[in-house]
């Protein structure tokens, strides 16, 4: 059963803008830590933003490999999560995957997820 379902992936050429979403399937994510990660060919899934939401307001978190060029976002009236991909790279082709966080703690690390989506391709031609 998905309870998480991203959209938005496809082919795009290198230093295009590609958003992706993620909405929620049969229930509400609204007091979970949102999380996107990626997968690239031959490699292990990998971290790519976070955003949770404090006393203090929204908070975000990017790996470095793409600070400056993606933003997360999040629409509580749609209960839908975004990632904007600006300026992609050739390097950003990847298996993108959007997870929920209980937790706010590490996360960073993948094992702090407890649901995950199926995936959506993203494609980075030259």
């Known amino acids: 059963q998905v309870q998480l379902v991203e959209s938005g992936g496809g082919l795009v050429q290198a230093g295009g803008s590609l958003r992706l979403s993620c909405a929620p399937s049969g229930r509400t994510f609204s007091s979970y830590a949102m999380g996107w990660f990626r997968q690239r060919p031959g490699k292990e899934r990998e971290f790519v933003a976070a955003?949770?939401?404090?006393?203090?307001?929204?908070?975000?978190y990017y790996a470095d490999s793409v600070k400056g060029r993606f933003t997360i976002s999040r629409d509580n009236a749609k209960d839908t999560v975004y990632l904007q991909m600006n300026n992609v790279k050739v390097e950003d082709t990847a298996v993108y995957y959007c997870?929920?966080?209980?937790?706010?703690?590490?996360?960073?690390?993948?094992?702090?997820?407890?649901?995950w989506g199926q995936g959506t391709q993203v494609t980075v031609s030259s």
């Open positions: 997870a929920a966080a209980k937790s706010n703690y590490r996360l960073g690390d993948e094992n702090e997820y407890d649901y």
């Open positions: 955003i949770t939401f404090t006393w203090g307001g929204t908070r975000t």
